[in-house]
């Protein structure tokens, strides 16, 4: 089953942005067991979209399109795929409709360009869309060769995703025959390297048909296991492969798959009945703003102080000037202050803070760029950790969140197996 | 003059690594004037290979090959294009003197897989890689149809991009005829559809050398003017139109080019000598976040008060618990004393707060999921908003993120015409 991927857009080609939309979907298909032997990026441009078609099924079997789908003169996706089959394209009244309350909800009429959204080739079917206005469509259909299949989604990512899983994925699975099954293992505070000589016993000797790849970010390292199964076999191998590294990696694995650190944190927050707040300087807010992205934080998310300047930590977390003056903000006892204060002032049963200098610029002598204290305050202690980051300002500020969530992961982690 | 990009490598095929490479090509590339006319990703196959440099150059002038030159088994792109071209591979006996030299500094004997990499199709010229151990290779040719050129760089970003730049580059240049003028125009706080209806009047009549494209995002819509200039030209339609476009989208603009809006924002403060605190609940700190990421921000950001839950809105900052249970949380009053609060509590000049329902559940009848009251307080008054958003809970997120800066930016650029 040979796979292309198509993506649409001037802004791609010119690398405005980058094709993140071509990755995801290679690393989701690779998990259905359909690795794409080859993705292509064209242009707005109805003719060169033709020709790219032409070739797409000449060398494939199914070809999934993302983006050209907007409102606008330059989305040329549904003119060059309706040209390619030659149809006309069809407006859906019922998805019109849908358009038209959508922007009658926040009291503006449909606008007129809006409308061509609403328009698909003859005789494909409809792909609805739950987050935006344009909608997808699909069309499969029997060759001398075997089956062919077209998928046209929106190039947005986020409806890209979760229309390619609740509506591309199920119509395509019938038409694939090698199972592929992955296990992904979600690590974090160690280091690429590092990982590898743990994980050394077990992933020096892997048998042929399982491979793992490491897939490092500033959040952690994920483990990729991927095996590829014979007909009728089930994944064993990677399972056992997986709880092996599960026992290696130890205190630095916080979930499988999908998991993010924010949402295990909660849930183990949530299943305490305990709560959290931030006190915040580097990070300005992005403590908070991560552990509030997870669906239902209200439940345990109290609030907190962002603490940029050292005025906010006198005034709202009672730091004490002096402490300030003699240690500096970026220090060890200006952390726990901060930690313990917001966890007594918000009633929290933890308190997490952040203190340190991102870069590029600031540092100095004693305390250079990447200087960073981090404390979690709870439970009858308070814990901190010292960090030692690069230079990279966005960069060390995604470090430093990932640490100060998992100093609490671990905490409660600990906690739990003390309880039991 | 069309250029393909065909990069190399299953890596980028399973998503493993995001093509970043194709995206700096192709912004480089326009630079040059030469837009590529369409990328593709392809995998370590010979043969697969040998197919996309047909397609290439059946359709282009240029092809830029990056990847697959290093020294293992499934490093193909030196026989592949030796295959397409009927050529042997020739073993650079100077090239192969630099690598063994590199090892020999490091106390090693050159591996005898490393001998491939100092072998290249006959017929072309090496282009030196004065980073890494696997040479470029270049070959420029007439045909009937005018001049075809081919460059192969390794795939490693900083060594492909240097090559590039010092190499490539000049021996594209007498290649090319046509400069590329590029503007990009960045607007916030409204939609796709009705800038283009605002903007009608200009693009509706748009002369042939210069098109417009529609960049949307959850921040906003960033419209880029592209000009084929003809040759002596020099941009002057793209400027002419970038200024009408300014004008007839006014304070939906917010900057040009690589602007941020949280940049945007930090110059106004700075220039004035200002300050702003936030006070956050539905978005949990990302206001703040996003206005720390800029280097130099604790000039202008003195931080604020996350205040999700509502014990926090009455205890951090003195939000009446009677008008938290007779309006709701969610509400204009409770917006506009959180933003002055917590600029008076931390007397800075502004203070911007947000409260809302960013779902996806949680609504209710008055107040359906994606209802946001966002308030800036300061320069002699509180404004506030009301938002009317979707049900998508992190692209609400960074729609009243967008929509809370701009907020404080209109209010400042207002401000200094009043001052003026």
């Known amino acids: 089953m040979n796979v292309t991927l198509l993506s649409v857009g001037d802004e791609l080609l010119v690398g405005q942005v980058v094709n993140t939309n071509a990755a995801w979907l290679g690393d989701y298909l690779a998990g259905l067991g359909m690795i794409p032997t080859r993705t292509v990026v064209v242009g707005d441009s109805v003719d060169r979209m033709t020709d790219e078609l032409k070739a797409a099924f000449t060398s ?163 483990l990729r296991i991927t095996e590829r199964a014979l007909e009728g076999e089930t994944g064993q191998l990677a399972e056992r492969l997986a709880a092996e590294i599960t026992r290696l990696a130890s205190v630095y694995v916080y979930g499988r798959g999908d998991d993010t650190l924010e949402k295990v944190v909660g849930d183990l927050l949530k299943a305490r009945g305990e709560t959290v707040a931030v006190a915040e300087s580097c990070t300005g807010g992005a403590v908070g703003s991560l552990l509030t992205d997870v669906p239902g934080a209200s439940a345990y998310v109290l609030g907190g102080v962002i603490a940029y300047c050292n005025s906010v930590k006198e005034d709202l977390l009672s730091v004490d000037e002096e402490v300030l003056l003699r240690q500096g903000a970026v220090s ?86 003390g309880d039991g």
């Open 60 to 222: 494939s079997d199914v070809v999934i399109v993302t983006g050209g789908l907007g409102p606008t003169h330059d989305d040329v996706t549904r003119d060059a795929v309706a040209g390619f089959f030659g149809v006309e394209l069809q407006l859906q009244e019922r998805w019109f409709q849908l358009i038209a309350r959508r922007f009658e909800r926040r009291g503006m009429s449909v606008p007129e360009r809006n409308r061509i959204q609403a328009m698909i080739p003859q005789g494909m079917e409809v792909l609805p869309n739950a987050d935006g206005t344009a909608p997808g469509f699909w069309k499969s259909w029997e060759t001398a060769t075997g089956p062919k299949a077209l998928a046209v989604l929106p190039g947005v990512p986020e409806e890209m995703k979760i229309m390619m899983r609740e509506q591309v994925a199920p119509r395509l699975a019938p038409l694939s025959k090698k199972p592929v099954h992955q296990i992904t293992i979600r690590t974090t505070g160690i280091g690429e390297s590092h990982l590898q000589e743990l994980l050394e016993p077990v992933l020096g000797r892997l048998p042929d048909a399982v491979s793992v790849a490491y897939l490092p970010s500033p959040f952690g390292v994920r």
């Open 332 to 417: 060890e006892s200006v952390a726990v202050r901060m930690a313990e204060h917001v966890r007594d002032r918000t009633g929290a049963s933890y308190g997490l803070s952040t203190t340190g200098i991102l870069g590029p610029t600031g540092g100095t002598r004693e305390k250079p760029v990447g200087t960073i204290w981090i404390a979690c305050a709870g439970g009858g202690e308070t814990v901190t950790m010292r960090l030692r980051l690069g230079k990279e300002r966005l960069k060390n500020k995604q470090r430093v969140v990932a640490a100060t969530l998992d100093l609490l992961r671990r905490r409660l982690v600990e906690g739990s197996v």
